[in-house]
Nanobody, 124 residues
Framework: QVQLVESGGGLVQAGGSLRLSCAAS????????MGWFRQAPGKEREFVAA????????YYADFVKGRFFIFRDYAKNTVNLQMNSLKPEDTAVYFC?????????????????WGQGTQVTVSS
């Protein structure tokens, strides 16, 4: 059974940094794409970043380019999201997701597995 468990959320001041981690288990993710999404109160869930587990190729939403970085840790079987220069508008629940599509994708419907989410709150 596939499990994705997020951690690392919390409260941070604007301009600060957080690192989110997604622990993946239950299968081999070699051909999977791992994504991060977020959902703010009253808004739809939106794509943040994705990475191919196999070759590390990445894909970012325009609003996080240059601030957020997604990377994988083979030894720990985790996918991490380093978030820098955080803004109050980054406040949301952040979700980890996995897709067997075989290429990075921003579409929610392409993802088969989801974690429970971790809250990130950025104060002004």
């Amino acid at each position: 059974q596939v499990q994705l468990v997020e951690s690392g959320g919390g409260l941070v001041q604007a301009g600060g940094s957080l690192r989110l981690s997604c622990a993946a288990s239950g299968r081999t993710f070699t051909n999977y794409v791992m994504g991060w999404f977020r959902q703010a109160p009253g808004k739809e869930r939106e794509f943040v970043a994705a990475i191919m587990w196999s070759d590390g190729s990445t894909y970012y939403a325009d609003f996080v380019k240059g601030r957020f970085f997604i990377f994988r840790d083979y030894a720990k079987n985790t996918v991490n999201l380093q978030m820098n220069s955080l803004k109050p508008e980054d406040t949301a629940v952040y979700f980890c997701a996995a897709s067997n599509l075989g290429r990075p994708t921003p579409r929610l419907d392409d993802y088969d597995y989801w974690g429970q989410g971790t809250q990130v709150t950025v104060s002004s």
